[in-house]
Nanobody, 128 residues
Framework: QVGLKESGGASVQAGESLTLACTIS????????LAWFRQPPGKEREGVAS???????????DYPDYLKGRFEVWQDSPDKPMYLQMNNLQPEDTAMYYC??????????????????WGQGTQVTVSS
């Protein structure tokens, strides 16, 4: 069984911060790669950050310069949640945020192999 559940989404004002959590359970505890994705309204889902759990290496999406450096992803131990700290949130960060797992990544940005490896999502809304 695979369990991924996001929490922490909220409605905030521009400039505020949020920390999302992804609780992991079942067969994917200790999996190689975890990731955060988001889907803005009317747009396709996009990657936000990947975390290689055994090394702690993190990779972030290539955002415009004015958006870079605002997000941080981490996990304290394989049996703990994965977190996404988001600072200085902007309206363009409004999206449904998903956590995901990839047991066999083939690049720096992992991607779930099938629908089982996605969470249900948590909504983040940023007002200007």
């Amino acid at each position: 069984q695979v369990g991924l559940k996001e929490s922490g989404g909220a409605s905030v004002q521009a400039g505020e911060s949020l920390t999302l959590a992804c609780t992991i359970s079942g067969d994917i505890v200790g999996t190689v790669c975890l990731a955060w994705f988001r889907q803005p309204p009317g747009k396709e889902r996009e990657g936000v950050a990947s975390l290689f759990t055994r090394t702690g290496a993190a990779y972030y999406a290539d955002y415009p310069d004015y958006l870079k450096g605002r997000f941080e992803v981490w996990q304290d131990s394989p049996d703990k949640p994965m977190y996404l700290q988001m600072n200085n949130l902007q309206p363009e960060d409004t999206a449904m945020y998903y956590c995901a797992a990839d047991p066999s990544p083939d690049g720096p940005f992992c991607y779930p192999p099938d629908d089982r490896y996605w969470g249900q999502g948590t909504q983040v809304t940023v007002s200007s």
